[in-house]
């Protein structure tokens, strides 16, 4: 026995095949000529090559291991690292000795997962505030009624790829300066399936699904708002095949209001008056989305003053209870006046010594930072 490939390996001669193959990854990995060009190293590399091949084969390490020398038989030379099916020549051994992982064998399934769809619906201010239902038109893939996703016409069905003999993939050997290299690629007669449809499904054409409009009824929860996007399991496309269908996502789009304006789950909306009713008081009625309700305007009211509602807002979407409704008032003085109504008005302004006011001055409106700042200074 010329070479002992267990002492190239570094393991024992009772090593199990995972111990053989975690060696033999750990040396490639080192003595990859990539690596390491230097000449011993190539030399090093090929030994371990030969020593794989042999040791992760059965029928040659049984061989090798009463005394033969599988690779002079196979036509390899000893130590030369011929590139065999059971040795490195298996290129997912490369694949998987550099990479951590063996690349993907075997034939691919024609049955896949779908993929997921999204639709925008519309709604307006009152059905995302209480909830809804709809009926949605949905155009998507669904399972061909012909072949059901068969892919293959009535009465026909796929037969086995006589090309990769239903594997697959191909095989092809070339010769590098390490021997024979054995490369695997996707059979270009199946593309990769293992088996073909000779005669394809007239309405799907072969692929197993076909277009179709549907109708959903889709519940809207209460307190949705612009982007909300509400899942729908498995109502999606449909994979091809016939493969599990995706999901649909409904994406709420919501509708601008001619009064209220959202924010959160506030709504907010102004309501303009005259200096009369602000300085005597009044009752405004106000349509809100529980019905129509008067607003109590008391006296003396000022322009940008507000008026809460509570709990005339939006449903919370999660949780209990709902926001408020806050109705800004804004107060509006008259610019043209006639001599009765200009009487009486300086007749009042005398009445409250305010002929010739001098007015109230203070510093402009600050910002909210400078605010922060003087209640941190104790201002």
Known sequence: MATDYYAVLGVRRD?????????????????????????????????????????????????????????????????????GAGGFGNFSDIMDAFFGTASQRGPRSRTRRGQDAMIRLEIDLNEAAFGTTKDIQVDTAVVCTTCSGEGAAPGTSAQTCDMCRGRGEVSQVTRSFLGQVMTSRPCPQCQGFGTVVPTPCPECAGDGRIRSRRTLTVKIPAGVDNGTRIQLAGEGEVGPGGGPAGDLYVEIHELSHPVFQRRGDDLHCTVTIPMTAAALGTQVPLETLDGLEEIDIRPGTQSGQSVPLHGRGITHLRGGGRGDLIVHVEV????????????????????????????????GQQGLFSRLKDAFNGR
Do not use: C, W
Not at 34 to 47: I, L, S, Y
Not at 337 to 360: C, H, S, W
């Open 332 to 363: 509006t003085t008259p610019t043209k006046l006639d001599p009765e109504q200009e009487r009486v008005l300086r007749e009042l302004a005398q009445m409250r010594g305010e002929e010739r006011p001098t007015g109230q001055f203070q510093p």
């Open 15 to 83: 090593a199990s095949q995972d111990e053989i193959k975690k060696a033999f990854r750990r040396l490639a990995r080192e003595l990859h000529p990539d690596v390491n060009p230097d000449p011993k190293t190539q030399e090093r590399f090929k030994e371990i090559n030969a020593a794989y091949e042999v040791l992760s084969d059965p029928q040659k390490k049984q061989v090798y291991d009463l005394g033969g020398d599988p690779l002079s038989a196979s036509g390899g030379g000893g130590g030369a690292g011929g590139f």
